[in-house]
């Protein structure tokens, strides 16, 4: 009896003390995200008089188009760097990442130089900018960023990574905010944050300099060959996944854009912009510290893997309520006082998007359960699903007014992400794979 409650208590405090590194570790990367998205809150309402709607609704379809080929930039190998057991393979994991990075973006580069001056103006009047080549470096910066963060993750550099964010932040906005006095319009935009990811990816780079370099030497073909085969879910199916999700919101972008007026597609991509900052802040930093934990229990105790998204649910449940609240209640009071008159018409889209990105907020962070390579297959198909129902469905109301459109919108998100909550559920309760590694020795980096 004295040996069982002495275990329990054991139990206990280790249980305590896991909470306690939990909290510290989102602690540390959202006071990074907080200072990453305060400062272009901050500068939101000087940017929104430097640029005009239009202005946003290029920076919103070129973060689109660069986020969608970003996505696939290492044929998503990249998203394995957290799961093998052993340092080593996760490092040759990184180098095959890279190796695959950097051959897209030659090729991207070799493309749109032999095609750029070919191009319908009619397409780039669509897009609203003359922008596509700068889409090499925004994938290869975006993709190394992703690269390196997983990296840091994994080996518990949450303080470094929130030092970075928070350069990353600082950059972009001060930079968008000058450009934007120069006269740049949407390009000042655009060069603004592409001058905030370089500055994110130097500042992770060089805190792990040295674990990269220490770990140099046990990188082979052999060794990346091995972990490419044993992860080929990640490049065969996670990488039709990532089109389909990132393209899904660049479609919708490019249906407004197509349906409705420059105007109408700039004040909403900035409503998204904006409803998104704040919860980011938090979901971001939850999910990437979700993301080291659920792949150690998935190693370890993969039992406790739903209670642990069960717990996480419902406190992005409480933290999302008063926001959506607040936003419906109260949107166009908020954004005329804080942005100004010319965006009153915003403050009416973000009442009626505040559900839509609530539920977001929510669901998001949890898929990292999703990410694990037993439930890859799961998470492709929701996001096909979203991708095709969210085409047909905007499609079919393209001819609704603005506000209809964005109820019907909303309406969509509901649905799907409420299926994707019962989707990352189910893939909490399967059981992972018997793990081999590719190879067996093992070191410590």
Same mark, same amino acid.
């Given at each position: 009896?004295?040996?069982?409650?002495?275990?329990?208590?054991?139990?206990?405090?280790?249980?305590? =003390?896991?909470?306690?590194?939990?909290?510290?570790?989102?602690?540390?990367?959202?006071?990074?995200?907080?200072?990453?998205?305060?400062?272009?809150?901050?500068?939101?309402?000087?940017?929104?008089?430097?640029?005009?709607?239009?202005?946003?609704?290029?920076?919103?379809?070129?973060?689109?188009?660069?986020?969608?080929?970003?996505?696939?930039?290492?044929?998503?190998? *990249?998203?394995?760097?957290?799961?093998?057991?052993?340092? *080593?393979?996760?490092?040759?994991?990184?180098?095959?990442?890279?190796?695959?990075?950097?051959?897209?973006?030659?090729?991207?580069?070799?493309?749109?130089?032999?095609?750029?001056?070919? =191009?319908?103006?009619?397409?780039?009047?669509?897009?609203?900018?003359?922008?596509?080549?700068?889409?090499?470096?925004?994938?290869?910066?975006?993709?190394?960023?992703?690269?390196?963060?997983?990296?840091?993750?994994?080996?518990?550099?949450?303080?470094?990574?929130?030092?970075?964010?928070?350069?990353?932040?600082?950059?972009?906005?001060?930079?968008?905010?000058?450009?934007?006095?120069?006269?740049?319009?949407?390009?000042?935009?655009?060069?603004?944050?592409?001058?905030?990811?370089?500055?994110?990816?130097?500042?992770?780079?060089?805190?792990?300099?040295?674990?990269?370099?220490?770990?140099?030497?046990?990188?082979?073909?052999?060794?990346?060959?091995?972990?490419?085969?044993?992860?080929?879910?990640?490049?065969?199916?996670?990488?039709?996944?990532?089109?389909?999700?990132?393209?899904?919101?660049?479609?919708?972008?490019?249906?407004?854009?197509?349906?409705?007026?420059?105007?109408?597609?700039?004040?909403?991509?900035?409503?998204?912009?904006?409803?998104?900052?704040?919860?980011?802040?938090?979901?971001?930093?939850?999910?990437?510290? =979700?993301?080291?934990?659920?792949?150690?229990?998935?190693?370890?105790?993969?039992?406790?893997?739903?209670?642990?998204?069960?717990?996480?649910?419902?406190?992005?449940?409480?933290?999302?309520?008063?926001?959506?609240? =607040?936003?419906?209640?109260?949107?166009?009071?908020?954004?005329?006082?804080?942005?100004?008159?010319?965006?009153?018409?915003?403050?009416?889209?973000?009442?009626?998007?505040?559900?839509?990105?609530?539920?977001?907020?929510?669901?998001?962070?949890?898929?990292?359960?999703?990410?694990?390579?037993?439930?890859?297959?799961?998470?492709?198909?929701?996001?096909?699903?979203?991708?095709?129902?969210?085409?047909?469905?905007?499609?079919?109301?393209?001819?609704?007014?603005? *506000?209809?459109?964005?109820?019907?919108?909303?309406?969509?998100?509901?649905?799907?992400?409420?299926?994707?909550?019962?989707?990352?559920?189910?893939?909490?309760?399967?059981?992972? *794979?018997?793990?081999?590694?590719?190879?067996?020795?093992?070191?410590?980096?």
């Amino acid at each position: 009896m004295i040996g069982s409650r002495c275990a329990q208590a054991l139990r206990n405090r280790l249980s305590g =003390l896991r909470r306690q590194r939990f909290l510290g570790h989102v602690a540390a990367l959202m006071t990074g995200s907080v200072v990453a998205q305060a400062i272009p809150i901050l500068l939101s309402p000087v940017l929104t008089r430097l640029y005009v709607p239009e202005d946003f609704a290029a920076l919103a379809l070129f973060l689109s188009v660069s986020t969608v080929i970003s996505g696939v930039g290492a044929a998503r190998y *990249e998203q394995a760097i957290l799961l093998p057991p052993a340092d *080593e393979d996760a490092l040759n994991i990184v180098a095959l990442s890279w190796l695959i990075l950097t051959s897209l973006c030659a090729t991207l580069a070799l493309l749109i130089a032999v095609s750029y001056g070919s =191009l319908p103006a009619s397409w780039l009047e669509t897009l609203h900018g003359d922008w596509l080549y700068l889409l090499p470096v925004a994938v290869f910066v975006t993709t190394s960023f992703q690269i390196l963060s997983l990296w840091n993750n994994r080996c518990g550099r949450f303080p470094q990574l929130a030092v970075s964010r928070a350069a990353q932040g600082t950059a972009a906005g001060s930079a968008q905010c000058g450009l934007g006095y120069g006269g740049l319009h949407g390009g000042g935009l655009i060069w603004g944050w592409l001058l905030g990811q370089c500055v994110g990816v130097w500042m992770l780079l060089r805190s792990n300099l040295a674990s990269l370099r220490l770990g140099r030497p046990h990188i082979n073909r052999q060794r990346m060959a091995a972990n490419a085969r044993y992860y080929k879910r990640f490049p065969l199916l996670s990488t039709w996944g990532s089109v389909l999700d990132s393209s899904a919101f660049m479609v919708v972008l490019l249906i407004v854009s197509h349906t409705f007026s420059s105007n109408v597609t700039g004040l909403f991509s900035f409503t998204q912009r904006v409803l998104a900052l704040p919860l980011f802040l938090i979901s971001s930093a939850i999910a990437q510290v =979700l993301h080291q934990r659920i792949a150690r229990m998935n190693n370890e105790d993969a039992d406790g893997i739903l209670p642990y998204v069960l717990r996480a649910a419902a406190v992005l449940t409480a933290i999302a309520i008063p926001f959506v609240v =607040l936003l419906s209640l109260f949107g166009v009071e908020l954004f005329t006082f804080v942005f100004g008159a010319t965006w009153t018409e915003a403050g009416r889209y973000a009442g009626l998007l505040s559900l839509a990105v609530g539920i977001r907020f929510i669901v998001s962070p949890l898929t990292v359960v999703l990410a694990l390579n037993h439930n890859i297959k799961s998470s492709v198909q929701w996001q096909a699903l979203y991708f095709f129902s969210v085409v047909i469905t905007l499609s079919l109301g393209s001819s609704l007014p603005i *506000e209809d459109f964005l109820k019907l919108y909303v309406a969509h998100e509901l649905l799907l992400y409420s299926l994707y909550f019962i989707v990352i559920v189910k893939g909490a309760l399967r059981r992972p *794979e018997p793990v081999t590694q590719p190879l067996a020795d093992d070191v410590s980096i």
